[in-house]
């Protein structure tokens, strides 16, 4: 019988399967943070348990971190105890750690793929919704909560339900300043947040298959806003390209042995969905959302289409705006350009590309978060970091930043915020804060002409 791409990821993976219920899932790495893996380091203490194999333990400092000032102490009381705690947790379990100050520390999501720590066949969990994001290589990711990272720590496996299997296809020639966080901003405002609940979704067709990358982590990232357990896209010589050589990639001949199975990692031709969409390419162009969810996104340009609903109505109220007003008279204030959706080189080579020899509108806080320290010193040597200083760009240190509202960087209430972050509910950027979600080309025009154009 013909097998999808997660079917053979999942299968390859179970270490038993119970009849008519869960399955027994091995988990190949499984990464930490500092703010959801203190309770289940305490749990697996007080059970008197030791950490089942910690070398597939990778751990960083990234949520509630501060960007400004890293290498002196952390101010805020609850970050430092966090990221005291996280360290101490670390040497005591002999867990690897990248934390403040370490030159592959940053977020979680950015550095696990830059490291050749994802890689194509995987496993990957963290207790993170965002994990999605190491699909784009080609594993299984997904997020998991606090519980569930203890019951990782203890036995490097968990007992799961086998999600339904799904497939996006888009196909086509893609518009002019179309980019991938576009792309998927454009299938969620169509399927909305809950299509994909219940499912794994596979990313097919042309489009996904020329995108790069880090194009294709942005899509998977959000795989999650539409209610997915995770996204994957096959891997291909793009992604062999993208591992090979990075730190903890496969070398010599375990390296052509890796590739010779990571080649097997493709969905077969007869192979069946439990559910099927296709969009046309064309169809998309430049994307922003107007709601408090990232189903609530249109065309830029386009004026603001009528609620269909009284949670929409009630979003647009908090938004500030109603049916048929455009986002252009929206009185933007900050630009916010990092995330794990959008925190990689190549997304600051498209702002940089743009902003070259212009300066940020005055009202406008433009903040610049890279997404690890090793993209933060790949801007330098590039070159970016003086165009984001010639336009007055703010660059600060690696984390999670205006993501959510969770460290110092926040949006303050009332204050619309242009974000090439993955949520937009009420407060993810502090309280009272209204976030419209963007991909970073767009942000950095918003930064430059202050306000919303096409």
Known sequence: MSKTLFEKVWNAHVVKSIENGPDILYIDHHLIHEVTSPQAFKEIEDRGLKLFRPERITATADHNVPTCDQPLPVKEPLSRHQLD???????????????????YQGIVHVIAPELG??????????????????????????????????????????????????R??????????????????????KLGTDSGTGYFCEYAGNVFEEMSIEGRMTVCNMSIEMGARGGMIAPDQKT?????????????????????????????????????????????????????????????????????????KSSLNYMGIKTGDSLAKVPVSHVFIGSCTNARIEDFRTVANYIKGKKRASHINALIVPGSQQVLQQMKEEGLEEIFNEADFEIRQPGCSACLAMNEDKIPKGEYCVSTSNRNFEGRQGSGSRTLLASPLTAAKVAIHGKIIS
């Not at 005591?92 to 403040?100: A, E, F, I, M």
């Not at 066949?121 to 990272?149: E, K, N, P, R």
């Not at 070398?251 to 046309?280: I, M, Q, S």
């Not at 107007?290 to 929409?312: L, R, W």
């Open 168 to 189: 996006v296809m888009v196909e086509g020639k893609l518009n002019s300043d179309v980019t991938p966080k576009d792309v998927i901003l454009y299938i969620i405002s």
């Open 117 to 166: 720590i994802t890689q194509p066949g995987m496993t990957m969990v963290c207790g993170d919704s965002h994990t999605s994001t190491h699909g784009a290589l080609g594993a299984i990711a997904f997020g998991i909560g606090t519980s569930q990272v203890a019951q990782v720590f203890a036995g490097q496996s968990l007992i799961l339900n086998k999600p339904k299997a799904m």
């Open 240 to 312: 062999f390209d993208y591992i090979k050589g990075r730190k903890f990639a496969p070398t010599g001949e375990e390296w052509d042995k890796k590739v010779e199975y990571w080649k097997t990692l493709y969905t077969e031709p007869d192979a069946v969905f439990d559910k099927e969409v296709r969009f046309k390419a064309e169809d998309i162009y430049p994307m922003i959302t107007y709601g408090t969810n990232p189903g609530m996104g249109m065309k830029i340009g386009t004026e603001i289409p009528q609620a269909k609903s009284e949670s929409e």
């Open 85 to 103: 705690t996280l360290e101490k947790n670390c040497k005591k379990h002999g867990v690897k750690l990248y934390g403040l100050g370490h030159p």
